[in-house]
């Protein structure tokens, strides 16, 4: 069943029913489960029948812009290199407050990024990024430089900033190391999606950042382990962190973030991955100023597959990932009723058919957050959420976004929120450039 509500003169959206919301729920909370549960039964029913897979099979669907981070392109190259990409998109969004449309709108958005490598020697370079942001709202240039990010996203509208400057040593084999301001990211490989419950900087028309230390290390069996020590500055983080956490206590400056993940395909497995949180000091559990704060850990689990094993032609790409929070705010602190502590559980399910039609696919993400869970850059706390997005790539460095997404509260609120409810709509395209190549 579905119910028609009207956010325009011109536009109707569906929404589904309460009841086909929690049948719906009840069935993608357990698919996240049994689809992380093939890490570990993965090796027993798989070894018997693994099959050689084809040279030219991509692991990646998705453009790289949104997959890679700062460090995960180096190569030995001397020299000076200057590229950069520029997105751009069109927000259509409609607030519900108890059922009546308050707000509808649509702004003009983008952002543009340009960056300059230096090959300084063979194993060794330096990276330098300028990025910003303009829309139909506010387009006046304002260059700041800040180690704590200016709204709770990110860039504000007109906000120019250097959002990378790093050194890094590699040897892309094996080891390297990477410290100063970079972009780091964790997400699953979901074919049009690129999701994350805990790190992916600068996602969608978003502009935040890592200042710290990055290192990882690559094993001869396909894992790779990333360490990161990030900077949090008493102002607030550089990448998207929710009340109630808060780093003005000193010993939460240092947060680190760990993570094993291996992209080596076997048979129809393409992703297996676990990362660790650790934000020391920085969970106000009471929402009340001035007491004690108290660490707060996270744990993500991701996995993705697809079928069948191919690089050209139509395939189904399915991707999850599982989070938990042990300790988390009460339901008071994170503005929910009821007695106790918030949940602190979170999931997201993906499936999309790549190149249904040559160049073209769609997608399909359904996900949970609960209010204890305040880490994803791209879910927020206390929501379920649908979203349905096609892509069109006609080229590796041209890409067309039109996403639909409807989000609604998983428990009442304190305080009713009318611009948590509602839906949102944006069509963007991505452009990647390349002014000057390495000399050779």
Known sequence: MCRIQTLGPDTIIPAMTTAATKHWSVIFRAFPIALIGLIIAHPVFGQAEDEELPEDAEVLDEPDIDVQGSIDDAEEQRGIALNGDLRLGFVSTGDEFQGITVDDRGDLRSRWRLRSVWGISERFRGVARLAGICSTIDCNPDFILQPDIPTPTGLGDGQITIDT????????????????????????????????????????????????????????????????????????????????????????RVSTFLAFENLQPKRRMIQRGLDITYLPASLNKNGIDGQPAVDYWAFVARVASRWPVR????????????GYAPETPTKVASGIVG????????????????????????????????????????????????EIRYMWRPTDRLTLDVRGRWRDELRERIIEDPDRDRFDFYARVTWSFSVKDFAN
Do not use: C
């Open 339 to 386: 007695p106790g502590n918030a949940g602190g559980l979170a999931w997201n399910v993906t499936a999309s058919i790549m190149d249904f039609v040559p160049n073209h696919s769609i997608g399909v993400n359904f996900a949970e957050t609960e209010a204890g869970w305040l880490i994803s850059p791209q879910y927020a706390d206390n929501e379920s959420l649908f």
């Open 165 to 252: 400057l790093f050194f890094q040593w590699f040897r892309t084999d094996k080891f390297n190391v990477a410290a100063g301001r970079m972009e780091t990211k964790f997400v699953a490989r979901g074919g049009v999606f690129a999701k994350s419950l805990d790190r992916n900087d600068s996602n969608n028309l978003r502009v935040n950042w890592t200042d710290g230390l990055h290192s990882t290390y690559e094993a001869q069996n396909g894992w790779s382990s990333d360490l990161i020590l990030q900077y949090n500055s008493a102002d607030g983080a550089s990448n998207i962190r929710r009340g109630p956490l808060d780093f003005s206590d000193s010993s939460s």
């Open 311 to 322: 690089s050209e032609g139509w395939r189904i790409r399915l991707s999850s990932e599982l």
